[in-house]
């Protein structure tokens, strides 16, 4: 039976680190919203007993799973997207969880009142936000997963042991979206961080990942989704 995944279909927000997660392991799944609308999506957060509280959320057959970090620990030894020990797969979720506070960080740099209020409301308080992200959180979070990869005993080369991991496709999305979103504060972030350019490039060039960005699957980003490009806020 194929995965679904139920996410906003006009945007690649949190969902699309599960489905390059899914697209890499080149898993049987289907986008539910982008082929059927978001009815089906909608009902679902108020499926008891256990309601996922937002998108994105996973269905596996009558197991439904929330919240990307939990839906890659979950996916991550099904998709051989994680290591075998306990002590890989806790790391792994570690490293997803602070990504994923990355990402939250980047859209409260646009929205950093209220997300029921339109940009123009606070664009003031997005500009003094924003100068903190670019300016000490993007090297922050940047210069720590550098220093995952240098400390990593199996080599630079993936944040986890050997071989490819979830976290190294959200690495990846997480750059494309500071890429997008403060271009100039992530080019010099990036030019202090060379093992993460290194490992982004990696994953670009995996033959499903490439093809994948290559489809119209891949969405372009837009300022509707968590990574949106203001060009005031960028410095």
Known sequence: MA???HYWPCIQGRGEF???ALEEAGADYRDITREDGIDDMMAGLDAPPRPAFAPPYLRDGDLVVGQTAAI???LGPRLGLVGESEADRIWTHQIQLTIADAVAEAHDSHHPIASSLTYADQTREAARRSA????????????WLERVLAANPFGPRHLVGNRLS???LSLFQLVEGLAYAFPQATERALAATPKVVA???LVAARPRIAAYLASDRRLAFS???IFRRYPELDG
Do not use: C, Q, W
């Open 18 to 20: 599960v489905r390059l």
């Open 199 to 201: 490992l982004h490039r």
């Open 3 to 5: 995965y679904e995944l």
């Open 72 to 74: 890659l620990h979950y």
């Open 223 to 225: 300022e509707d989704g």
């Open 132 to 143: 903190d992200f670019r300016d000490e959180r993007i090297p922050k979070f940047l210069g």
């Open 166 to 168: 979830y976290a190294d």
